[in-house]
């Protein structure tokens, strides 16, 4: 038993992947069976794919494969390191020392092959080791004017950092607490960055022009008697006061759209893309519009259609559409109901902007573009489409495996929800870890304990996902227990399965064809996905260069549209002196204009070795020492090191290396 017992240890130390999976980590009823479970994977990997290769690619060989090929590794070493110390006890007497001395190394690194590792099947980075892709490994077709981009505008002076919204008249929609100029800006910064445009008309008819390419209308803008439905968040507003108003209750102060996003976007249609007023209309199909938005919105801009289920106080009332439009990819195998109505309103509209907030969901893992889509169909509620989710209800299992059907593949395929969405607006003014909660402070950086402040924007509905996924993974790790304001739903097992499908088909489930119209076209890639490097620096292979996935660009709080400058920034990173150097040497780069700028340390293999600035900077010569010996006293080996620096002043984003010797 302590033979199979130290054997098991082997195993699942070599592939802490198969520790995962199996779901035991020290239970001694695997002491027994834990060979089967990796011949088991072998035999699956073989049965699998001798008769048809492609099937490599299915999620369930991307699971396998790697057990297998660990085991396979394993029992090699294993016998191998059995059979040499076995000749090295027979030679031993007869043996001359150098001859004992090889055979004895050799039988050494045979046995290294089974020796308890660390290191995850995907690298060092522990934060996806449970997914097939693993960090910077990007899967699908990248959408949008820039391929991949998303941006993401952080300013705290868009919030009151002494807000505390669950106290009744303090929450977090009121002006007191939100900033609307500040708000206006960072869409309008946003904007600019996105298109690569001049201007914020310019930008919106690159918008259109974009959209219209790519949905068969030609290459033309924005034309006139065209309509838009804004789908918000309004979760909250199920029941209200007879005049419409917040009520003071248990869900006073929770997140959902906030009245601030909402008019910033709608001043960018009508005064910048030119939308007349009344082509727009905005809801929650499920529930009202509170007063406080209202009044907020109408101020501004009274002849938009502000659509309610009730239609008090003027408030307009959807109408159903007469036919099914959502026809569910599974046929009844998962869901309750195989297809759905939406409301007229969407269906006749020509475009669609879908604005919800950043938080997680009990069920769902995360609340985003996907699950706002929940509230769109004519039942009473969203019970029939849980099935879909991450799990049904609190007393049912999780649904945590790769490869099932997703149901929010459907919601952002289908061409009147996610085929008509103009643009991905996400709305994380105020954001939290459980969809009926109120806002939290993060700790993570930039937020360092304070709201969330941003706003991101793309026109690729996954890559705008991945980096929301990514923060609140970030925010809210898995824990033991469940802590009001840290809940940990977004690290829910496989929870991006449904990017993974989204983005390429080879990752459906057996048996499932994404046809959310059931009209016998199957969706294609809708943009695509892949995890930054890690929660430090937040990097995607576009920001690397490494790959054609995501470029996330954070725009620092302080860049002002009016400051764009004429002609590029000239950034230049003048030298490092001594070089070679033993152990410090100094780094001078000169800054034309103030910028956001990272200072890195790279070693040969491209790993990043130290950060030595990672902030806001005015213009001016810099000078940064950067001694090879760490804090612990750990020296660096002699080699080639590079400097990098990348320069960002919100419009131009630039990089440079300098190539280091160091020397002992």
């Not at 100029?181 to 974009?210: C, I, K, P």
């Not at 199909?285 to 938009?304: A, G, Q």
């Not at 970030?474 to 824990?479: G, I, L, S, T, V």
């Not at 496989?494 to 009209?519: K, S, V």
Request: aromatic share 12%; glycine share 8%.
């Amino acid at each position: 038993m302590k033979i199979i017992k130290f054997l098991r240890q082997q195993f699942f130390n070599t592939c802490p992947r198969s520790r995962r999976i199996v779901g035991l980590k020290n239970n001694r009823f695997m002491a027994i069976l834990f060979p089967l479970f990796g011949f088991s994977a072998l035999l699956w990997v073989l049965v699998r794919l001798v008769p048809k290769p492609s099937r490599a690619a299915y999620p369930c060989m991307k699971i396998a494969a790697p057990v297998a090929s660990t085991f396979l590794v394993w029992l090699v070493g294993l016998a191998s390191s059995f059979f040499v110390f076995r000749q090295v006890r027979t030679k031993m007497p007869h043996s001359k020392t150098l001859a004992l001395l090889l055979i004895f190394i050799a039988a050494t690194v045979f046995t290294l092959t089974g020796l308890p590792s660390n290191r995850a099947v995907y690298g060092d980075n522990i934060n996806y080791v449970d997914d097939p892709y693993g960090a910077n490994n990007p899967v699908g077709e990248p959408k949008g004017i820039f391929p991949g981009r998303v941006i993401w505008v952080w300013n705290p002076d868009a919030t009151n950092e002494n807000c505390r919204p669950d106290k009744w008249g303090d929450g977090y929609f009121l002006d007191k607490n939100c900033d609307q100029d500040v708000v206006d800006e960072m869409l309008a910064n946003a904007l600019l960055r996105l298109t690569g445009m001049d201007s914020e008309q310019d930008a919106w008819n690159a918008v259109f022009h974009y959209f219209n390419q790519h949905h068969g209308k030609g290459d033309v803008g924005y034309i006139e008697g065209e309509t838009i439905f804004i789908k918000i968040n309004a979760v909250h507003a199920w029941t209200t006061n007879n005049d419409g108003s917040i009520r003071n209750d248990g869900s006073y102060g929770n997140v959902d759209t906030s009245p601030q996003a909402v008019l910033a976007m709608l001043r960018q249609l009508v005064h910048k893309a030119g939308v007349p007023q009344d082509k727009i209309y905005i809801g929650d199909p499920y529930t009202h519009i509170f007063s406080h938005c209202l009044e907020k919105w109408r101020k501004d801009f009274p002849n938009i259609h502000y659509m309610d289920k009730s239609g008090i106080d003027g408030r307009e009332k959807y109408i159903a559409s007469r036919e099914y439009k959502m026809h569910f990819s599974d046929e009844g195998r998962v869901l309750s109901e195989t297809r759905d109505k939406y409301f007229t309103v969407m269906e006749e509209a020509d475009y669609l902007l879908n604005i919800p907030a950043m938080k997680g969901h009990r069920w769902g893992g995360v609340t985003l573009f996907g699950k706002n889509f929940f509230g769109a169909n004519t039942r009473s509620g969203a019970g029939h489409m849980h099935p879909g989710l991450h799990r049904e209800d609190y007393d049912q299992p999780l649904r945590g495996q790769y490869g099932m059907y997703r149901v929010f593949v459907d919601l952002l395929g289908h061409k009147d929800l996610g085929g008509k969405s103009l643009l991905y607006f996400m709305d994380a003014l105020w954001s939290c870890s459980y969809e009926h909660e109120p806002p939290v402070k993060f700790k993570m950086a930039p937020f360092n304990n304070d709201w969330t402040s941003s706003i991101l924007l793309s026109l690729d509905p996954l890559a705008i996902e991945s980096v929301c996924l990514d923060i609140l993974q970030a925010e809210f790790p898995k824990q033991e227990s469940e802590v009001p304001g840290n809940y940990w739903y977004a690290n829910f097992p496989a929870i991006d399965d449904y990017l993974h499908q989204a983005a390429d088909r080879t990752n459906w489930p057996e048996g499932i064809t994404y046809d959310p119209e059931g009209d016998g076209t199957p969706i294609g890639s809708l943009g695509v996905h892949e995890h930054w490097n890690n929660p430090i620096d937040q990097e995607y292979t576009r920001n690397l260069g490494t790959g054609d996935g995501i470029e996330l660009i954070k725009l620092p709080a302080n860049t002002a549209v009016a400051e764009r400058p004429i002609e590029p920034v000239n950034f230049v990173l003048l030298q490092n002196y001594p070089n070679p150097f033993n152990p410090v040497t100094q780094i001078e780069y000169k800054l034309d204009r103030a910028a956001m700028v990272r200072l890195l340390i790279i070693d040969i293999n491209g790993h990043l070795v130290r950060t030595l600035v990672d902030e806001f900077q005015s213009s001016g010569l810099y000078n940064i020492e950067w001694n090879s010996i760490d804090r612990n006293t750990n020296a660096l080996p002699s080699g080639v090191y590079f400097s990098r620096l990348i320069v960002d002043d919100g419009y131009d984003r630039r990089q440079y290396i300098r190539r280091m010797t160091l020397l002992k």
